[in-house]
Antibody, heavy 119, light 108 residues
Framework: QVYLVESGGGLVRTGGSLRLSCVGS????????MSWIRQAPGKGLEWISY????????YYADSVKGRFTVSRDNAKNSLYLQMNSLRADDTAVYYC????????????WGQGTLVTVSS | SYVLTQSPSVSVAPGKTARIPCGGN??????VQWYQQRPGQAPVLVIY???DRPSGIPERFSGSNSGNTATLTISRVEGGDEADYYC???????????FGGGTKLTVL
């Protein structure tokens, strides 16, 4: 059984930083792409980043590029999202998800962790 | 950047067929995924490769993709199908995943 568990969310001041974690189990973590997706309250899904299994290929959405950094530690089956210069519009539930290729989507998702940015 | 367009809402009576469209430029040349998201829950993949179903997804869920429109079809709709549905593609031009804005399915 595949499990993805996010943690690290919470309340942070505007301009502050936060680091999210996602631990995976039940699959070959180091072999799969991982992604972060967020959902603002009452809004739709927004893809924000992905990282290849080796960590050598990384892409970001324009909305977070230069402020957020994705990384992974395959020895710990862990995915991370370092979020800096946080703004009110970064308030959202943040999900991690797995995908195996670019034609079959995200087959497993975590339960999400809520990040609230407020002044 | 690539844009996927979905209608905000679709309504259907129980037992009938719901069709949820997703529009995009030359969408038929891409592989479309569909996700179901019930309130307070994480999204669940219900269709991939335009029309394939992951294990555990009922056969009532099917998908098609041609031209500029992909369609998620839910046959014999049940109350438990009431949810938000999102289409998604991989945009090779930007190397970005793209989601549609979502469609809220209401079961009357």
């Amino acid at each position: 059984q595949v499990y993805l568990v996010e943690s690290g969310g919470g309340l942070v001041r505007t301009g502050g930083s936060l680091r999210l974690s996602c631990v995976g189990s039940g699959f070959s973590f180091s072999g799969d792409y991982m992604s972060w997706i967020r959902q603002a309250p009452g809004k739709g899904l927004e893809w924000i980043s992905y990282i290849s299994g080796s960590g050598t290929t990384i892409y970001y959405a324009d909305s977070v590029k230069g402020r957020f950094t994705v990384s992974r530690d395959n020895a710990k089956n862990s995915l991370y999202l370092q979020m800096n210069s946080l703004r009110a519009d970064d308030t959202a539930v943040y999900y991690c998800a797995r995908f195996v290729n670019f034609w079959s989507g995200f087959d497993f998702w975590g339960q999400g962790t809520l990040v609230t940015v407020s002044s | 950047s690539y844009v996927l367009t979905q209608s905000p809402s679709v309504s259907v009576a129980p037992g009938k067929t719901a069709r949820i469209p997703c529009g995009g430029n030359n969408l038929g040349s891409k592989s479309v995924q569909w996700y179901q998201q019930r309130p307070g829950q994480a999204p669940v993949l219900v269709i991939y490769y335009d029309g394939d179903r992951p294990s555990g997804i009922p056969e009532r869920f099917s998908g098609s993709n041609s031209g500029n429109t992909a369609t998620l079809t839910i046959s014999r709709v049940e109350g438990g199908d009431e949810a938000d549905y999102y289409c998604q593609v991989w945009d090779t031009t930007s190397d970005h995943w793209v989601f549609g804005g979502g469609t809220k399915l209401t079961v009357l």
